[in-house]
């Protein structure tokens, strides 16, 4: 490009750019609210059992927790279901990034709901399968 006065002149070839609308950066879609949590970044040397019980005792605060599901085989990761994807969301918003045994939580909504909440096609989550205080092995 070379400068002629106020106005810039095109070289053959060049694209005339100053003629394109600027598009602001598409943004991906939000997930859509559910009522399954995955939370991840969780230190891994905590026992499953008191895992399982803090992280009922944490999430209870935004709602009833039907289900944490925590294992062996995935350490330092876990899932949580609460009776509603508001309650779940109130949740999520509020514990992100929040100190767990020295580890910032992770937490999003799981790709997929539970099969509790899979399984109870009327949307009543008051499953009566349910061990008590909804922790699950």
Do not use: C, W
């Not at 006065?5 to 598409?26: F, N, T, V």
Request: hydrophobic share 40%.
């Amino acid at each position: 490009m070379v400068a002629s006065g106020k106005r810039a002149l095109l070289e053959p070839g060049e694209p005339d750019l100053s003629s394109k609308k600027s598009r602001p950066l598409e943004q991906p879609p939000k997930p859509e609210p559910k009522k399954s949590l995955y939370v991840n970044n969780i230190n891994d040397s905590i026992k499953l059992g008191t895992l399982r019980e803090s992280l009922f005792l944490m999430f209870s605060a935004f709602g009833e927790v039907l289900q944490v599901k925590v294992s062996k085989a995935t350490r330092g990761q876990a899932f949580v279901v609460l009776k509603s994807a508001d309650e779940a969301n109130l949740a999520m918003t509020s514990l992100q990034k929040e100190p767990f045994f020295g580890k910032p939580l992770h937490i999003g909504f799981a790709r997929t709901e539970s099969n509790l909440v899979a399984t109870t096609a009327d949307g009543d989550l008051n499953a009566p399968d349910l061990a008590p205080h909804g922790v699950t092995k």
